[in-house]
């Protein structure tokens, strides 16, 4: 929704972190793997290596000098996410909140962007009808 507003090199550790979010629970579902593709799409990026990953403590480092507005969108994403396959995913949501507090978003922060994404997902009823159209 707001990922073309990050510079080339945080869309890329985006995308990587949104593979360690998803792989938080031992597996990605289709859903993940559809909403990757997603992105990529949003962000203008043609092809993505989804096995040449960076690792978090990198990707924090670019995020951790990121504007406040990059920061917080890369975290509401990363929540979407974790609701992506119609419900709340607790080990990828400690996940995404793990890698807000090593960016600098507080927790009051991480919460405010977490009670925004589950209005959204309750605005459209889930995730998977607004990104499937089912």
Known sequence: MFLEKLNNEEKV?????????SKANGMIEESEKHML?????????A???KEDIHS???IKAVFSGASDAAK???VFELLGLGYIDGSRDELEIAV???FAAGIGITDEVFNSLNQDIEAYIKLIGS????????
């Open 56 to 58: 978090t403590d990198e």
């Open 96 to 98: 995404v909140k793990e």
């Open 37 to 45: 593709d997603v992105y990529c799409k949003e962000m203008e990026i």
């Open 127 to 134: 995730v998977q009808v607004h990104v499937f159209g089912a």
């Open 72 to 74: 917080r969108i890369a």
């Open 13 to 21: 550790m985006f995308l990587d972190m949104a593979m360690h979010v």
């Open 47 to 49: 092809s993505y290596d």
